[in-house]
């Protein structure tokens, strides 16, 4: 598994020192943030997250920092925000709080005074999983973006994101890598229209630019992260974590991951939308609570709960080897 040997690879074999594990990113890593923004209660310093029953997140549950932090004992610190950028200068999108800014001002309000991190940083990492969005619907694969933004450019504010963190006093970080937005329903082969985008496209094109966007942005986040390390000469440690390798792995052998109680399903999606055009219409016909562990997707897009506990496993090894 190249996702795996990847990980113990990059992580040496150190015995674990983190205890705080800082998040920024979108609806892939966001638990409750976005619907506290969408129903008026603005998340503030200090938020706490909301759980099932009284709300859910976009895998349909529970998101995988949660599992990260229960199996690891570590205390999860996640200002992800589903709909959120890297950044809202570059590529705007629902306004949202943005990794670079909105998201980033939420940590200086708890963690920083007077310039100074409160914190260990020892025992602190950040991990930043950002990208879906950018490169998207609305942004690049519909040909939105604006003219003098490129996937360069979005690589480097992930990249520049890490360094302000560093100059906060953070030293540990883990960048994911984009997963293969082409196995998503939202970006198959299909012109069909979607909950997320109704209307009928050029799926092939669609296709091919989510297949290529994402690892050229992967491509450019590999050598960005052997930049970073060497320019902090010791005195900072970035990790890529190989989340692309993670995802086809169990897109390639779902049966080594998905256990619901109906066969593993790696092209489907649980959540159901019949009327593309009607979005009161979702959960018809949606899978049973028993089966949605078989499956890789949650919907069109999203990755299902039980994808992201196997996420979760994978990142606590890592943090547990720093």
Known sequence: MLWLGTTLLLAGTAIGKIRDVVLFGD???DQSRQHSIANGTYPGKNYQEIYPPADTAADGGIQWPWYL???????????????????ERLTPLYGMPDVSEGQMAWFIEDHVVQQRLTLDAEQLVVVIYVGTNDIGIKSFITGDQAANVTLGDVAECQLNTIWRMRKLGARKFVLNSMIPLHLTRLYANSSAGTIYWPETHDGALWHRNAYEYVRSVNGMLRDGV????REFAGDGKVVLFDTYGLFGEMYGHPWRYLNGT??????????QCPDANDWRQCGVGDCSAEERDSYLWWDELHPSEQAGRVLAVAIER???SW
């Open 262 to 271: 109906i066969a593993p399903n790696a092209t489907g999606h649980c959540h």
């Open 318 to 320: 890592l943090l547990l």
């Open 69 to 87: 932090g229960v199996n690891g004992n570590f205390k999860i610190w996640n200002y992800a925000v589903g709909g959120a950028v890297c950044s």
């Open 226 to 229: 052997a930049r970073l390390n």
């Open 27 to 29: 609806s892939f890593t």
